[in-house]
């Protein structure tokens, strides 16, 4: 079966201070990763996909297979950054082909 | 596109009633998914269609709840009866093909009293 494990729920920082939201996953084969936020009143949007080895709003994951991790990180967080993060990870075939969610991490940027 | 509508907004209701959560999907997209969202267990899959057809539903806890798709355009999740234990905010997403990017709607915030 495969799992998601965030296992902050809650991460506070100062703006300008590094951030890094940890995850860590369980999969047999080989998983896409992916990263998901939602900003207060906004709906939940693909934040970026290890796939796309992008950067998006600062935000980078590298994906650990020896490790079976996906942490996200931005080198000096800002208060907009402020939201809640979600990891989430898709098998490769049948069933595990649907996206498995971690349980969140509510980032809070201090001014 | 005004993107994945859903409705109620929010929903109070007491145990034992019925409530029926709603959700369009963006037009053209063939896949749709329910989720549920808590504290303590995060986003949660209950269950998703390709083309209307329920492919899954293993996430659906109990037989209290049901979910249908009778058009593309058009899907229900319906609880009954409601249990305290069923308050949560539950949202609805749409993709091209199962496969792709998910697009969330705001989700309905459910208080059963």
């Known amino acids: 079966a495969q799992r998601v494990t965030q296992p902050e729920k809650l991460l506070s920082v100062f703006k300008g201070a590094p951030v890094e939201l940890k995850c860590n996953y369980s999969?047999?084969?080989?998983?896409?990763l992916f990263w998901y936020v939602q900003y207060s009143r906004q709906r939940l949007q693909l934040l970026l996909r290890?796939?796309s080895r992008e950067s998006i709003k600062g935000f980078t994951a590298d994906l650990n297979k020896g490790e079976t991790s996906f942490h996200l990180k931005k080198p000096f967080a800002q208060e907009e950054d402020s939201a809640m993060y979600y990891c989430?990870?898709?098998?490769?075939?049948?069933?595990?082909?649907?996206?498995?969610f971690g349980s969140g991490t509510q980032l809070t940027v201090l001014p | 596109d005004a993107g994945v509508i859903q409705s109620p907004r929010h929903e109070v209701t007491e145990m034992g009633q019925e409530v029926t959560l709603r959700c369009k999907p963006i037009?053209?997209?063939?896949?749709l998914f329910w989720y549920r969202q808590t504290m303590m267990r995060g986003l949660e899959l209950l269950i998703y269609?390709?083309?209307?057809?329920?492919?899954?539903d293993s996430g659906m806890p109990e037989d209290r709840f049901s979910a249908k798709m009778p058009n593309a355009s058009f899907s229900t999740l319906k609880i009954q009866p409601s249990e305290p234990r069923d308050s949560a905010v539950y949202f609805c997403?749409?993709?091209?093909?199962?496969?792709?990017?998910?697009?969330f709607g705001p989700g309905t915030r459910l208080t059963v009293l």
């Open positions: 997403a749409s993709s091209g093909f199962s496969y792709n990017e998910q697009f």
């Open positions: 999969y047999s084969g080989s998983p896409e």
């Open positions: 290890h796939i």
């Open positions: 989430a990870l898709r098998g490769a075939s049948g069933s595990a082909r649907q996206l498995t």
């Open positions: 037009s053209g997209h063939n896949s």
């Open positions: 269609f390709n083309n209307n057809v329920p492919i899954d």
